[in-house]
């Protein structure tokens, strides 16, 4: 049987618009996933040190007020910089098309808008977690 | 008087009674002769029903409705029809749109745009390390200065954002709520500065820290002591600033959250419960404060349920207040409320489309009999709007007031079978939440425990699920797609506003008075400490002597402690 996808569900910043997350949650669970939910107004730091404690495989960030673009890349940072940069990051949220190439290129994955399916996100986690 | 769960079950029986009594007979006849016999022939055994799990039946008629329950009109008891006899003849709705981005001076700008256009009452929105009680220059900002709303951090700020708006003309409301004692006090120093008297003042602070908790998740501190807050609000204001309406008891934060109009009709009334009960211990005369609560609902898509969700409200906040709270008269039962219709209907995908729900979700607003409204704009599911969205979405007020003539006489579609007996439904499912909340130990106890939260959370998980099988339909999104998205012009706010709003208080700090801050600041610690102290007076204080939010803020999670939301997943 296959190993069981750890993944960490988090909004790193001053952002409470939680709905998206808690149905997302809700989806890995039932699509088999071990799903880890950080609560709200984590740190970019907090988040990086969570999924290293929790020994994930992914994590999932979400944020709707503007401020992936700083928040997303500074977890990723944070997960180099305690040597564990084989987690992957999967974005997701409010993000104009032209801010996904940056966030590529910062090597987090996915960055789905609103009105994506949750089968299209969960999908793509397992293509990324090779799970 | 009954015991509080007592009554809810003596409202609830009172409606089962109701039903088992009304007469089905022509209906049975109906379905049995006419309408089985069609839907055989056309081969249709669909099945409806509301986003509240409310079945919705072929067609209604007079004897299933149970008309005879409530026969008041326009401006009476129980003001299902309305808040007042003449309703928009008399005045208007409030065409009251949110907005708020970047500097102080940007969302200025903005505000003045809107009153040429002939807006009528101004609506700030501010930003999250605003509403979270962060300064521009704390790291916790970082990217986020200005994005989702207007920068304010101190009163200085708040001078810039009010600049040339003639304060005792005009009313308005601001969207914060755990800073809320903080803003309003900003907002009466600065009028005091332009020599205009605190009982002059009208708007709104949404303060509602309830539905903090419960939806939209933005609180400083745990929620007794935001109570307390609440409470000393309740009695300044009430004395000093009597047309302020010091809380506005949303509902809309709590249906964006995924709620469905039942959980927003109960949660929100059992939020404005609560709050008449704070002012009722605190020792305030019912009458003098009840009639400055006021409400916020959201207006989507589901078009009858909607508006019977306006209607129940407001019976049910009149008769409660009656039966209950012993309010026997006065404006305090007659519920008033705002509208916004709903950010979460409006979709990403073919954003023009968001102008016909907005349109269809503020006549809806209209018909149910709001107050105010506000309307989304169409770009708005991308970024905050650009100022020609805007104007469109103003305009659509507009054409409602103008031109559909839906204005002209009081509540339009009371007496509709159909919309009766959503209303009747709505108001059941709410008081069977009453008996639940109550059964947990009130609202704040139902927060602790969780209960509001994954109540939501489990709706908006249905409903998701739903869209995802296709159940229910969102054009543009699961139906009638296109490989290529339409292209619009988003406003973009850049991190200028942060260096602009950093160098600021880089500056105030260096010209104000720092003694007199510490001084200020120590007087409010002392205040917080002692439960009985309103600690307004020192908020005002603090504030003039140009302390920062955040040096506010700290206070008061020096002293109160953070608040961890109970596990919700």
């Not at chain 2, 605190?282 to 409400?295: D, H, I, Q, V």
């Not at chain 2, 988003?490 to 942060?498: C, F, G, M, P, R």
Request: glycine share 6%; with cysteine.
């Amino acid at each position: 049987m296959a190993q069981k996808i750890r993944i960490l569900v988090a909004k790193p910043g001053l952002d409470a618009h939680d709905r998206g997350v808690l149905v997302l949650c809700r989806a890995f669970r039932d699509a088999g996933m071990e799903v880890i939910y950080s609560g709200l107004l984590p740190t970019p730091e907090q988040v990086a040190s969570i999924a290293i404690d929790e020994d994930v495989d992914a994590i999932a960030l979400s944020l709707h007020n503007g401020a992936h673009l700083t928040a997303f890349p500074e977890v990723k940072k944070f997960l180099e910089k305690k040597g564990a940069s084989e987690i992957a990051i999967i974005g997701g949220g409010i993000i104009p098309e032209e801010d996904k190439e940056e966030l590529e290129n910062n090597g987090i994955t996915g960055n789905f808008g609103p009105g994506t399916s949750m089968d299209t996100i969960i999908e793509h986690i397992k293509k990324v977690t090779k799970k | 008087m009954l015991e509080t769960e007592n009554y809810w079950k003596h409202k609830i029986n009172e409606l089962a009674k109701l039903k088992k009594d009304s007469n089905n007979e022509d209906v049975k006849r109906w379905e049995k002769e006419v309408l089985e016999p069609w839907n055989k022939k056309t081969n249709n055994n669909e099945e409806f029903s509301t986003t509240s799990d409310i079945d919705v039946k072929t067609s209604y008629y007079d004897s299933d409705n149970q008309m005879n329950k409530d026969r008041s009109m326009p401006g009476e008891f129980p003001f299902t029809r309305g808040p007042y006899p003449n309703m928009y003849r008399g005045k208007k709705w409030t065409m009251r749109m949110f907005s708020g981005f970047g500097t102080p001076e940007d969302t200025n700008n903005r505000l003045k745009y809107l009153i040429k256009n002939g807006q009528t009452g101004l609506s700030i929105a501010f930003d999250m390390p605003t509403l979270y009680g962060y300064d521009a220059d704390n790291d916790r900002s970082k990217g986020e200065v200005g994005k989702c709303g207007c920068n304010i951090s101190s009163l200085k700020d708040m001078e810039v954002l009010l600049k040339d708006i003639p304060l005792n003309q005009v009313s308005t409301s601001m969207t914060i709520n755990a800073p809320a004692s903080i803003l309003t006090a900003m907002y009466a120093s600065v009028a005091l500065k332009n020599n205009i008297p605190l009982n002059e003042l009208r708007g709104t602070v949404q303060t509602d820290i309830l539905k903090e908790y419960i939806a939209q998740k933005e609180w400083a501190y745990p929620p007794k002591d935001h109570m307390r807050i609440v409470r000393d609000m309740m009695e300044y204001c009430t004395k000093e600033m009597p047309k302020w309406n010091y809380v506005s008891i949303s509902g809309y934060h709590i249906r964006e959250a995924g709620s469905n109009a039942a959980q927003e009709l109960a949660f929100t009334l059992a939020n404005g419960f609560t709050y008449l009960e704070l002012g009722q211990k605190a020792g305030l005369k019912t009458e003098e404060f009840a009639p400055r609560l006021s409400f916020f609902f959201n207006c989507t898509m589901n078009f009858f349920e909607e508006i019977a969700k306006f209607r129940a409200a407001r019976r049910i906040w009149a008769t409660v207040l009656r039966e209950k709270y012993g309010v026997e008269k006065g404006p305090a039962l007659a519920l008033r409320f705002h509208t916004q219709t709903s950010g979460a209907s409006l979709t990403w995908q073919q954003p023009m489309n968001n102008i016909v729900r907005t349109a269809i979700e503020a006549l809806a607003g209209v018909l149910g009999g709001t107050q105010s409204l506000h309307t989304n704009s169409y770009d708005e599911a991308w970024a905050l709007p650009t100022e020609q969205a805007v104007k469109v979405a103003l305009r659509t007020q507009q054409i409602i007031a103008e031109e559909t003539g839906v204005i002209q006489s009081a509540d339009p579609l009371g007496g509709s079978y159909y919309l009766e007996h959503l209303t009747n439904e709505l108001e059941e499912k709410a008081y069977r939440y009453f008996e639940k909340i109550d059964s947990l130990g009130g609202v704040i106890s139902a927060i602790e425990k969780g209960y509001l939260q994954k109540e939501i959370a489990e709706t908006a998980y249905r409903s998701q699920l739903s869209i995802e099988k296709e159940k229910e339909v969102i054009v543009g999104v699961n139906k009638y797609t296109e490989e290529e998205e339409d292209k619009i012009e988003i406003l973009k706010v850049d991190d200028e506003a942060q260096k602009i709003q950093v160098n600021r208080l880089k500056q105030l700090k260096k010209d104000r008075d720092n003694n007199k801050v510490r001084e200020a600041l120590e007087s409010l610690r002392n205040t917080y400490e002692s439960n009985d102290k309103n600690c307004m007076y020192d908020t005002i204080k603090a504030v003039q002597a140009y302390a920062t939010l955040q040096e506010i803020v700290d206070v008061g999670r020096d002293v109160f402690g953070e608040w961890k939301e109970p596990q919700i997943f």
